[in-house]
Nanobody, 120 residues
């Protein structure tokens, strides 16, 4: 099993910045990708940013230029730096990890979610 522990989040004013982190531990043989998703009130969960083991990153159009995803491979930790926050960024943010637990078996794991509220 793989455990994900998220930290960060909270309340910030519009235009402010906030950071999230997610540490993965447990039966990890090799990580395929790490990323962040969010779920706004009344909406479906959507991808925010993803980084793969090959080093590529992808962002939702709505956060490009404002959010930065990064990764510490040695610590199996993924970060999300959020700048120029807007009220529409208010959501519960979930860490997502896809990882092999053996040579042939991989699975997808989710963090518990952390609330980000952008409000004056």
């Amino acid at each position: 099993q793989v455990q994900l522990v998220e930290s960060g989040g909270g309340l910030v004013q519009p235009g402010g910045s906030l950071g999230l982190s997610c540490a993965a531990s447990g039966s990890i043989f090799r990580i395929i990708a790490m990323g962040w998703y969010r779920q706004r009130p009344g909406a479906q969960r959507e991808v925010v940013a993803v980084t793969t083991s090959g080093g590529s990153t992808n962002y939702a159009d709505s956060v490009k230029g404002r959010f930065t995803i990064s990764r510490d491979n040695a610590m199996n930790t993924v970060y999300l730096e959020m700048n120029s926050l807007k009220s529409e960024d208010t959501a519960v943010y979930f860490c997502n990890v896809r990882a092999y637990s053996s040579y042939t078996s991989w699975d997808e794991y989710w963090g518990q979610g952390t609330q980000v509220t952008v409000s004056s």
